[in-house]
C-alpha cells in the first residue's frame, strides 16, 4: 500500500503527534481484541464482566477474566506498531501515546509520554482504603484482600465509572494541541475516549486512522490505511525518514 506523499509531507513539518490506540494496536502481539471477528467480548458480555456490579456480585469470576488476561499479556511482546512509536520519539519535538489499553505494551516497547485513559492491568487498588497493590496479589484464600479486609480489585476502568481525569485531561489537552493524530486499532464506540478523535478533528489537526477495517470515525480522517497497524506504521515512519534524511 502506498504511503500518501502529502502525509510525508505533513509528518516533516509536524511538531506534536498523538497516537490514539485501541485493542487493535496490540492485536498482533496476541492479545485478543473485544469487538473484532474474533474478539473477546463475542463470547463473554462486557456488562457481566467490566463493571464494578459483576465484581461484587461475583468477584471470583471477574478476577478469573482478568487473570487470563494477565497471563495472555505477561506472555506477549510490544510489536512492531509499538516499537515504532517508540522508536520516533527522536524525529519529533513531541510524540504522545493517548492509550485505551490496559496491557502496558507501549511503555514495555519505550514510549515516554502515555496517557492511559482505561487504566493499566499491572495496577490494583483496595476498594475499600484505594491502597494500590502493584506485586502479586495472592489468591491462595479466593479473592485477594487488603490488609484493610477490603477486596482488592483490578486498577481498570469498568462501564459506568469515570475515567481517571488527570489521565482524560491530558489525553484531551494533547488532542486539542497536536498536528497529527493518529487512531490506531480502535472501534471508537467507547467514550468519553472515542471524543477525543472529534477533539482533534474540530482542533485542526490531521487524522490518520490505521485499520483493518472502517470504524464509526472513518467518515473524519484525512487519510485512512486499511491496513494493520504492525505493517503499515513502520512503512509510514520508514518513508518519513527517509525522505527527511533520517536514514
Ligand atoms: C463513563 C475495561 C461517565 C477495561 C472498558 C451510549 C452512548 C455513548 C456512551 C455510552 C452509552 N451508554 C453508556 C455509555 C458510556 C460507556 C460507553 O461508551 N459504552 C459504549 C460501549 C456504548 N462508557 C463508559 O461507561 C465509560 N465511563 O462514561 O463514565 C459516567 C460515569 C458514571 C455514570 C455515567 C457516566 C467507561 C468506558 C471504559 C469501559 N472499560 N474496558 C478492560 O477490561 O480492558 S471498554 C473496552 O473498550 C476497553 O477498555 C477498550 O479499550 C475499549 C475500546 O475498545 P477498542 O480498544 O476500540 O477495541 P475493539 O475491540 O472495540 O476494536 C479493536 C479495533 O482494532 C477494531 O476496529 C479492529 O478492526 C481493529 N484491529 C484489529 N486488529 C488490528 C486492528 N487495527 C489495526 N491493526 C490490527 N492488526
Ligand atoms: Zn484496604
Redesign the pocket.
Known amino acids: 500500500m502506498e504511503i500518501d506523499k502529502s502525509l510525508i509531507a505533513e509528518l516533516k513539518k509536524a511538531k506534536s503527534i498523538v497516537f490514539f490506540t ?4 496490540s ?2 502481539s496476541s492479545i485478543p ?4 471477528k474474533d ?1 473477546i467480548w463475542n463470547k463473554l458480555k ?1 456488562e457481566e464482566l ?1 463493571n464494578f456490579d459483576a465484581f461484587m456480585k461475583n468477584p471470583e469470576m471477574v478476577w478469573e477474566w482478568y487473570n487470563h488476561r494477565k497471563k495472555i499479556i505477561q506472555e506477549s511482546q510490544p510489536n512492531r506498531a509499538h516499537t515504532t512509536i517508540a522508536e520516533i520519539q527522536n524525529y519529533f519535538d513531541e510524540i504522545i501515546v493517548v492509550t ?3 496491557d502496558n505494551l507501549h511503555r514495555r516497547a519505550g514510549s515516554k509520554k502515555i496517557f492511559e485513559l ?2 493499566n492491568i499491572e495496577r490494583n487498588y483496595c476498594i475499600n482504603c484505594k491502597e494500590f497493590y502493584i506485586e502479586n496479589l495472592d489468591f491462595s484464600a479466593g479473592v485477594p484482600k487488603c490488609k484493610c479486609g477490603g477486596l482488592i480489585r483490578p486498577d ?8 481517571p481525569m488527570d489521565q482524560f485531561n491530558g489525553g484531551e489537552k494533547a488532542a486539542a494541541n497536536c498536528d497529527i493524530f493518529f487512531a ?10 472515542a471524543g477525543l478523535i472529534n477533539v482533534a478533528h474540530t482542533a485542526g489537526a490531521t487524522i490518520v486512522e ?4 472502517e ?1 464509526a470515525l472513518s467518515h473524519i480522517a484525512n487519510y485512512t490505511y486499511t491496513r ?3 505493517e503499515i506504521l513502520p512503512q509510514i515512519f520508514n518513508d518519513y525518514s527517509g525522505s527527511a534524511g533520517l536514514n
Open positions: 485501541g485493542a487493535g494496536i492485536a498482533e481484541t473485544f469487538r473484532g474478539g462486557p467490566a485505551q489499553n490496559i482505561h487504566g481498570v476502568v469498568w462501564f459506568g465509572e469515570y475515567l490506531v486499532g480502535t472501534s471508537a464506540v467507547v467514550y468519553p475516549a490505521v485499520n483493518i477495517e470504524t494493520k497497524a504492525g
